[in-house]
């Protein structure tokens, strides 16, 4: 065997390993795309029991899992852009995690942790490549967060990994449980109701968020302390480049978790509401995110409902931002 390697030329043996670690990334990575596919037979990995710090060994990794969920809980009050030490501040808003992972990220239908990091490293549309959990974490910090990435070996980016972890320790590893990300709605086939958003957000919304949706801090005095209720537009809300600036994104998440307190067994509003009130809050201002015209380098992967340009079609972004999907949806069908 060693006198016929010898013979091979050495560009010629390089190209035959190349060519086995290509076929074995894309093995990999198949794997793990029908990984992803996998669902729970009626598991219930939510039924552990919620965080209690008590319960976590104290010892360095349950330090650890607790400051993750100190940061999840207290954000802006530990990496906010209110703190004393400038080094620390990597959110650009004062929101928290918990304002849209609701319950400590332990709530169904409202993007939990409980076995994301299972389901990491991750295809990643917006980048068009595998990405790692710091990676995903990141995205939300610059984007829902409005602010800069944790550095991955940053004691708090390992304690909010070390967190969701924890939440997901019972999951087996690569199933994407049921709970998971956020209820699926069907839109009406128009363009979204912003009148009737309106009066729907006046009606359900206000009382938590207020009449400007600019919601109820926790200490009117010390804005690092962050928000009982969270801004839904303007400077201290998540940037344009967010996910919950896509209306069917924020439909879906409205209508298994709002107003506060529903459950997605019993929802309070209507797919359509959803939809309406979602389109409303989005077309407010909010702080921009430089750089978005390169996410989706493959512009064919896009979400039909990604507010911001370039697409792959003809449609306007306002059809994009508002609706009606449906012409959108076949066209890229037929495409």
């Not at 060693?2 to 670690?21: A, E, S, V």
């Not at 207290?74 to 004393?84: A, L, R």
């Not at 996910?243 to 797919?271: C, E, W």
């Not at 909010?286 to 015209?293: A, E, F, L, N, Q």
Request: overall charge positive.
């Amino acid at each position: 065997m060693r006198k016929i390697i010898h013979l091979i030329p050495f560009n010629t043996l390089q190209y035959f390993i190349l060519i086995g670690l290509l076929l074995s990334g894309f093995m990999s990575c198949q794997n793990k795309t029908r990984s992803l596919k996998a669902t729970s037979p009626g598991i219930n990995y939510f039924a552990s029991g919620r965080f209690d710090s008590d319960t976590i060994p104290h010892e360095q990794k349950g330090d650890f899992i607790r400051y993750g969920y100190q940061l999840i809980t207290h954000t802006s009050s530990i990496i906010g852009p209110n703190v004393k030490n400038m080094k620390m501040r990597f959110s650009g808003n004062n929101l928290a995690c918990v304002n849209c992972h609701l319950e400590s990220g332990q709530k169904k239908f409202s993007a939990p942790f409980v076995g994301v990091t299972g389901r990491f490293p991750q295809f990643r549309k917006r980048a068009n490549t595998l990405a790692t959990i710091e990676e995903r974490i990141n995205g939300c910090m610059q984007r829902s967060m409005n602010g800069r990435k944790l550095p991955a070996d940053s004691k708090e980016m390992i304690a909010i990994v070390a967190y969701m972890q924890w939440l997901s320790r019972d999951v087996p590893s690569g199933q994407k449980i049921q709970g998971s990300g956020f209820l699926k709605i069907t839109p009406p086939d128009r363009k979204a109701d912003l009148n009737h958003g309106k009066q729907i957000f006046l009606n359900k919304c206000l009382s938590c968020h207020g009449k400007n949706g600019q919601g109820k801090m926790t200490d009117s005095g010390d804005p690092s302390k962050g928000y009982d209720f969270p801004p839904l537009w303007g400077p201290d809300s998540f940037n344009q480049g967010a996910g919950m600036h896509r209306v069917l994104k924020a439909a879906s998440f409205i209508k298994g978790n709002m107003p506060f307190g529903t459950t997605y067994q019993q929802p309070q509003l209507t797919d359509a509401e959803a939809y309406d009130v979602a389109a409303y809050i989005n077309s407010k201002t909010r702080p921009d995110k430089k750089g978005k015209k390169n996410d989706y380098p493959d512009l064919s992967l896009k979400p039909v409902d990604c507010p911001y340009p370039p697409y792959a079609d003809h449609f306007s972004q306002e059809q994009h931002q508002f609706g009606p999907f449906q012409p959108i949806t076949n066209a890229r069908r037929h495409h």
